[in-house]
């Protein structure tokens, strides 16, 4: 691995993907293609800027030429995709930039990769990898009692995020069969940690809480989510770039199954002893039961004994250790946070999801 593209490097886990290998493999060139939508934030990587081998190029990955030609002229020999439309939410207002993103985007960047790799100048394939990053939405919910998601439990998204990220996967899985494009594929559980926009659960809920806003939740609030500290899912996909196999799909999770009202009020606790003097104590007084999510999927869980066998690799953040460091973190980086909250699209977006959304009876 010497020059690798990161495709959605100034979103969430882009930038800590970034900033991660950066710190364990400094002599890499990362090339970072992002369109800046309004999940992404080019400061998530400003003490990269001006860096020799930091590229930032602002594009789409739907843009096959500039696709190619990065790939041609900056020597790319692995591919980090993490470019999507992210939002559960947003994709039931509006799923076309799902499909657009997701689907066309992935088919595009497949396409561009198989045409510049597999072409007859380079007849070793072994030295190139293309890494898809994906969601555990895509296998569907579970009961309480069903076996976590492993590698072989059968597809059966919910939503449009999660129906538009199966579809990519399934794409990338194609080209591997058919082309023998060398491809990994990662279904990570929900992830939790800096840099993240405040629209999800963890970000919205330090921010609201900060604010003395109502911290909402869906329905009865039971819902489950597995959750990974960013840093370990950074870590992970490492390991599969570097020791997985060719071919292969990886599932990644936080062994942390935790509902939603539990993770709110871990975070409720954490804030009532970090901001003493905050006139809304405790926090879990702004706790508000509003109107569910449509198709809200009950329960995801990740079984990650694959990756532990094969690669070795197990989270090492727990929960507790993890979303202090995370509430520090918006805590402590207020410039952040204020650029983001101020941003005309986040207000248009609280006001479009909640404010018209009603009481939970
Ligand atoms: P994010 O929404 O924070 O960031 C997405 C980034 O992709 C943004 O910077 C955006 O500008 C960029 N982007 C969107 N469309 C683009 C396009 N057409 N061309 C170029 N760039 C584009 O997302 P995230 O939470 O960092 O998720 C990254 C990946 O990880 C996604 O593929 C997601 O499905 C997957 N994933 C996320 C989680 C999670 O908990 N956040 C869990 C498992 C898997
Ligand atoms: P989210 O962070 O949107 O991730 P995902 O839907 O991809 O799992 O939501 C995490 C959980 O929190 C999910 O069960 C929905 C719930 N939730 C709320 O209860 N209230 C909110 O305002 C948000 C954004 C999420």
Redesign the pocket.
């Known amino acids: 691995m010497k020059n690798l593209l990161v495709?959605?490097?100034?979103?969430?886990?882009?930038s800590n993907f970034i900033h991660y290998l950066h710190t364990i493999e400094p002599s890499l060139r990362i090339y970072n293609?992002?369109?800046?939508?309004?999940?992404?934030?080019q400061d998530n990587l400003a003490n990269l800027k001006g860096k020799a081998n930091y590229v930032f190029i602002q594009?789409?990955?739907?843009d096959s030429d500039l696709v190619e030609r990065v790939l041609i002229e900056s020597d790319i020999d692995t591919v980090v995709?993490?470019?999507?439309?992210?939002?559960v939410d947003r994709s039931i207002y509006g799923p076309e930039a799902f499909i657009?993103?997701?689907v066309v985007?992935t088919f595009r960047l497949l396409e561009a990769v198989k045409k510049v790799w597999l072409s007859q100048e380079n007849s070793n394939s072994d030295q190139f990898r293309f890494h898809h990053?994906?969601?555990?939405?895509v296998y569907g919910s579970l009961s309480p009692t069903d076996p976590a998601f492993s590698e072989s439990t059968p597809y059966a998204p919910n939503s449009p995020y999660s129906a538009s990220?199966a579809a990519s996967d399934h794409l990338v899985r194609s080209y591997s069969h058919t082309y023998q494009l060398p491809i990994t594929i990662s279904?990570?559980?929900?992830?939790?940690g800096a840099y993240?926009?405040p629209e999800?659960l963890i970000p919205l809920v330090v921010l609201n809480a900060m604010k003395g806003d109502p911290l909402p939740v869906y329905g009865d609030g039971r819902q489950i989510r597995d959750w990974l500290y960013v840093i370990d899912?950074c870590d992970a996909i490492y390991q599969i770039l570097t020791r997985g196999k060719p071919g292969e799909t990886y599932n990644i999770g936080g062994d942390t199954q935790l509902t939603t009202v539990e993770v709110i009020t871990t975070i409720c606790a954490i804030m009532d002893e970090l901001l003493p003097q905050s006139a809304v104590l405790p926090h879990n007084q702004l706790i508000k039961y509003v109107n569910d999510r449509p198709g809200h999927d009950r329960r995801y869980a990740i079984d990650a004994t694959k990756i532990q066998n094969e690669l070795n690799w197990c989270p090492k953040t727990n929960f507790q250790e993890g979303i202090l460091k995370t509430v520090n973190w918006y805590l402590q980086n207020l410039d952040w946070v204020e650029e983001m909250l101020s941003r005309k699209d986040y207000k248009i977006w609280l006001e479009k999801n909640y404010d018209q959304r009603g009481e939970d009876k």
Do not use: P, R
């Open positions: 495709t959605g490097g100034c979103g969430f886990i882009g293609i992002d369109s800046l939508t309004y999940a992404a934030n594009g789409d990955i739907c995709h993490f470019a999507a439309e992210t939002h657009h993103t997701n985007g990053v994906s969601t555990d939405e990220k279904n990570c559980s929900n992830n939790y993240q926009y999800k899912h």
